[in-house]
């Protein structure tokens, strides 16, 4: 069996093998020097005349530099999409809207490879994740919401909606593209228009969109791009002119950006952190399990507010799985994220590297026993190997904090009835996973279970109709599907 310990050219052939390397062609995409402000369909600068580096994590260099967007150009922003909102989008035919974001998504489509490279430099996400499901879904939830567009009195009967006006909508580093397509697909769709802010560290594909979208010859000011820190993202929540806020991100910023807004008539949706209990029962399928706990957790670094990092293990199939994880971990290649071959990319920042390391600390320090892959790293970037944490305690924070990293905590449980409490017992509750050959066991799971969604057999599938968001701490409000046109309409009798 073949055993690849990373990437690197070396051969090694007295005990082990590698994959030669299968690099995706950076030449394939462009990447401007500076990037001005999206805003009224043409390009900004910034009034402060402030930029930012973006670099790629997996060998801090510099890709580019962003424009930092203050509170005035924010307001320039807000009153390109309040002109537009009044004077051409909320007029305009629900077909004609439709066409425009058509378009888009057949745009997406023609440059999903140049896209899939930006995502792989600037966030550090395998090439394959960015190529196989990043770039796609988000094509696919602009051909969802187009389809939608001209069928919102078919989707809501005998009630008439209409829009709510300007929605601001600020993104996390995760899944720069797809979250972006999230927001501005259902918003425009339904006759809104938008201010977005991608995360700091990951703008270069929400701007790469914003040529897409002058290029589809969208309406000025339906769409404007912001780019910015945390500050342009406080402006945006505090404009007076914004109807609704969308935003994705931490469980900690969700709650300023709920306090500023209260008392304020503007609408929001949350979708926030999480922390997945992935169950694996003793009559699963133990390698089909193992191998969806793997991609659960460890394929994207563990930067996945669904992932998988709580995993539940019947205590009689216990030793196996986690022998079965351990070897497969060891066999994950960890690398270049723009090698085809790479399993795990880089972490996103240094920052988020950190903390981490914070928490690989805090396990050990918990009692935790910590296991990891023997893989090498390279030795310029942010890199964390695939990690497993067994011993690990209800209470442990570890077992109760999100991450955000290629880290597993594994505990174990005897009864139905104990894992349901177990795993319920959280703050968050965004997804679960369970893995059982029984249908009774799984619908009874799936009801009892307080998580937005929960995966029978399979982890992290998505896709455009179906809602996505949850439940306590990790928000409200859905987004996909039916469910996902709702927060951006007033439905009247
Ligand atoms: P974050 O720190 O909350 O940032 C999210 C976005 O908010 C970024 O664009 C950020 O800008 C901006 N921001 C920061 N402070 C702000 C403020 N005071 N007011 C307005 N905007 C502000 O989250 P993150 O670390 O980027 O992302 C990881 C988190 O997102 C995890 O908790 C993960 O679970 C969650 N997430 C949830 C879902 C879901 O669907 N539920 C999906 C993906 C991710 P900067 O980037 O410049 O700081
Ligand atoms: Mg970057």
């Known amino acids: 069996m073949a055993k690849a310990k990373s990437n690197t050219l070396k051969l090694n052939f007295d005990t082990s093998w590698s994959y030669a390397p299968a690099p995706e062609n950076k030449s394939a995409a462009t990447i401007k020097k500076q990037y001005d402000l999206f805003i009224n369909g043409d390009w900004v600068k910034p009034s402060g005349n402030k930029y930012f580096d973006t670099i790629n994590p997996a060998n801090e260099e510099k890709l580019s530099e962003v424009a930092d967007a203050n509170m005035a150009d924010v307001d320039a922003a807000v009153k390109a999409a309040r002109n537009a909102y009044e004077k051409i989008w909320k007029k305009m035919p629900a077909k004609e809207r439709g066409k425009y974001i058509f378009r888009i998504a057949r745009m997406i489509q023609e440059k999903a490879r140049e896209l899939a490279i930006i995502e792989s430099l600037d966030g550090g996400k ?9 770039v796609p879904t988000a094509a696919n939830h602009f051909f969802y919401y187009a389809g939608w567009a001209d069928k919102l009195d078919y989707a809501f009967p005998n009630r008439l909606s209409e829009p709510l006006g300007v929605a601001g909508q600020i993104i996390p580093w995760n899944f720069p593209l797809l979250m972006a397509a999230w927001k501005i697909a259902p918003a425009i769709a339904t006759g809104n228009t938008v201010v977005l802010k991608p995360a700091e560290t990951t703008s270069l594909t929400a701007l790469k969109l914003a040529e897409i979208i002058q290029e589809s010859g969208l309406p000025e000011g339906v769409v404007n791009i912001v780019t910015g820190a945390g500050a342009t993202g406080a402006a945006i929540v505090n404009h007076p002119d914004i109807n609704k806020i969308a935003f994705t991100g931490s469980t900690e910023v969700g709650k300023i950006i709920q306090r500023a807004i209260a008392g304020t008539n503007k609408k929001a949706t949350l979708e926030l952190g999480g922390k997945a209990a992935n169950i694996i029962f003793e009559d699963a399928p133990i390698d089909q399990a193992v191998e969806g706990v793997i991609n659960g957790i460890f394929f994207n670094q563990g ?12 205590e009689s199939v216990a030793k196996e799985v986690i022998r079965k994880l351990k070897d497969r971990i060891e066999s994950l290649i960890v690398g270049d994220p723009l090698d085809k071959n790479t399993d795990i990319g880089a972490i996103n920042s240094r920052q988020q ?10 396990g050990k320090k918990e009692g935790a026993e910590m296991y990891q892959s023997s893989c090498s790293l390279p030795g310029k970037g942010f890199w964390c190997r695939p990690t497993l944490f067994t011993n690990v305690a209800q209470s442990n924070r570890i077992a109760q904090e999100e991450i955000f990293g290629p880290v597993l905590a594994i505990l174990t449980f005897r009864t139905d009835d104990e894992v349901i409490e177990k795993a319920n017992n959280s703050p968050y509750g965004l997804s679960a996973g369970v893995w059982t050959d029984k249908g009774s066991k799984i619908f009874n799971m799936t009801r009892r279970m307080r998580a937005g969604v929960v995966w029978a057999n399979t982890f992290n599938k998505f896709d455009p109709s179906s809602p996505f968001g949850g439940y306590k701490e990790s928000g409200f409000g859905r987004e996909g599907g039916l469910h996902g046109l709702l927060p951006y309409l007033n439905l009247i009798n």
């Open 353 to 362: 590297l950190e903390t981490i390391d914070k928490y690989l600390n805090i």
């Open 303 to 314: 930067h996945v507010c669904c992932s998988g990092s709580w995993l539940y293990v019947q």
């Open 126 to 134: 395998p090439i394959r994740e960015s190529r196989d499901f990043d």
